[in-house]
C-alpha cells in the first residue's frame, strides 16, 4: 500500500510541475500581437523565379493585400514566426574584431519588408523602420533587438555601428538603423536571444516567403480573398500554412498542453488506485480487528478514539509513502527540468500542494472504514466471536 501511496505522490508532484510550467508558458510576453494576424507561406523559387522577379512579386502581392478589405497592414518575412524554425549564425561587429576573435559571437536573423515591425505589433525602441528603397541597390542596412543592443552595446547607442556575418572574413558593411524589443521568433519558450532583422529587398537568393496581414475583424474571413489574389499574380503558385497567428502560437504548445494531459490523468487515476487500495486495506483490518474494537469499547473507548485508530493506520502509509515518494518525485523532477519552463524541481509549494492531495485522497478513502469501526456495537462484536 505504501508503494501506492509512493507512486501516487510521484505522479501527483509531476503533473503539478507541467501545470505550472504550461501556465507560465500562457504568460509569457511574446514581444508582437498575435491577434487579428493571419499569414500564409509561398515558396516562388520552386516556380523557377530568382531574385529580382521574387522581389517584384513581392511588391506586388503586398500592395494586393494591402488593398483587401478588412486589411490594416501587411508585411512579409523571410522565416514564419512561431514556425520552430529559425536561422543563425556567426557575426562581426566593426570595431570589435579582435574581441571576436576569442568571444563566439552568434544570433538569429531574418529577412523581414517594411512595416514587418508595425504589422506583428513589435514596437520599434530606436532608430528606424526598413522602407521600400533598402533595396538591393542600396547599401545594407539591420534592426536589431534589445539583447544583442544591451550585450554588445551597453551604455551606448547602436545605431550608425556596422556588422557583418561570419567571423572577420571581410569588413563589417551592413550599418545599424533600428533597435526593436525582443520577440519571440521560433516558439513561446525560447530565450530572448541577440537577433538580426535585415531587409527582404536585400536578399541575395530566392527563398520561401511568409505573408502576414492584420486585420479589423476575424482573419479567418480573409482566407479565401488571399488565395485569390495569389491567383491573380500567379495562378501555378501554392499557398501553405494559411492559419491565423493566433493559432499558430497556441500549436506551439500541443506538446506541453498533451504531456499536462497525460501526467494529470496518470496522477488522477493513481490517486483513484491508491484510494481504493486504501479503502480495502482498512476494510478489511476493521473487520479483522472488530473484536479488539469492542473490547475497547466496552472498556470505555469512545467512538473518536476508535477512529483515531484508523487515522493512525492512514498516517503510517503517508509517512512511509511521503518517505519513498518524495525523493523519487524529486528525482523525476531533476530529470525532466530540462523541458520545464519557469519551474525547478525543487519548488516547494508543488510538493506541499502534491502532498496534501495525497493527503486529502487517503483521508477520504479511511472515513468509511473509520466511520464503521466508530459505530460498532460492543456486546455484538464479542457475540460474534
Not at 57 to 67: E, G, H, S, T
Not at 203 to 216: H, I, Q
Not at 289 to 301: F, K, N
Not at 350 to 359: E, K, S, T
Amino acid at each position: 500500500m505504501t508503494a501506492q501511496v509512493a507512486l501516487t505522490l510521484v505522479l501527483l508532484v509531476a503533473a503539478g510541475l507541467f501545470v505550472r510550467s504550461l501556465g507560465n508558458l500562457g504568460r509569457v510576453a511574446l514581444g508582437f500581437r498575435p491577434d487579428h494576424l493571419i499569414g500564409f507561406s509561398v515558396a516562388p523559387q520552386l516556380n523557377g523565379y530568382d531574385g529580382p522577379r521574387m522581389a517584384a512579386f513581392d511588391r506586388q502581392l503586398l500592395d494586393r493585400l494591402k488593398a483587401l478589405p478588412g486589411a490594416r497592414s501587411v508585411a512579409a518575412a523571410h522565416i514564419a514566426t512561431m514556425s520552430g524554425n529559425t536561422n543563425g549564425g556567426d557575426f562581426v561587429i566593426e570595431g570589435q574584431e579582435a574581441e571576436s576573435d576569442r568571444e563566439e559571437r552568434n544570433a538569429h536573423y531574418n529577412l523581414v519588408s517594411p512595416d514587418y515591425f508595425g504589422t506583428l505589433g513589435i514596437s520599434l525602441v530606436a532608430g528606424r523602420d526598413f522602407s521600400w528603397t533598402d533595396d538591393a541597390s542600396a547599401p545594407k542596412v539591420a534592426v536589431v533587438n534589445e539583447t544583442l543592443a544591451r550585450r554588445y552595446f551597453a551604455g551606448k547607442s547602436p545605431i550608425g555601428a556596422r556588422l557583418s556575418f561570419g567571423r572577420n572574413n571581410h569588413k563589417p558593411d551592413i550599418e545599424i538603423v533600428g533597435v526593436v524589443r525582443n520577440a519571440k521568433s521560433a516558439a513561446v519558450d525560447e530565450d530572448d536571444s541577440p537577433f538580426i532583422y535585415t531587409p527582404l529587398l536585400q536578399r541575395s537568393d530566392p527563398a520561401d516567403v511568409t505573408f502576414y496581414l492584420r486585420t479589423e475583424t476575424d482573419p479567418r474571413t480573409l482566407a479565401a480573398p488571399i488565395r485569390e489574389e495569389v491567383r491573380a499574380i500567379d495562378a501555378q503558385l501554392p499557398i501553405f500554412d494559411l492559419i491565423p497567428l493566433q493559432t499558430r502560437v497556441e500549436d506551439s504548445l500541443v506538446t506541453q498542453r498533451v504531456i499536462v494531459l497525460l501526467s494529470g490523468a496518470f496522477g488522477i487515476l493513481a490517486a483513484i488506485l491508491a484510494a481504493l487500495g486504501i479503502y480495502g486495506v482498512l476494510s478489511y483490518a476493521v473487520a479483522a480487528r472488530r473484536r479488539e474494537i469492542g473490547v475497547r469499547m466496552a472498556l470505555g473507548a469512545d467512538p473518536r478514539s476508535v477512529r483515531r485508530l484508523i487515522w493512525n493506520e492512514v498516517a503510517k502509509f503517508l509517512l512511509v509513502g511521503g518517505a519513498v515518494g518524495l525523493p523519487c518525485a524529486y528525482a523525476l523532477g531533476r530529470a525532466v527540468e530540462s523541458i520545464l519552463f519557469g519551474v525547478k524541481a525543487t519548488d516547494v509549494e508543488i510538493f506541499a500542494v502534491g502532498v496534501l492531495l495525497m493527503a486529502a485522497v487517503a483521508l477520504a478513502a479511511a472515513w468509511p472504514p473509520a466511520f464503521r469501526a466508530a459505530r460498532t456495537d460492543a456486546i455484538d462484536a464479542l457475540r460474534s466471536e
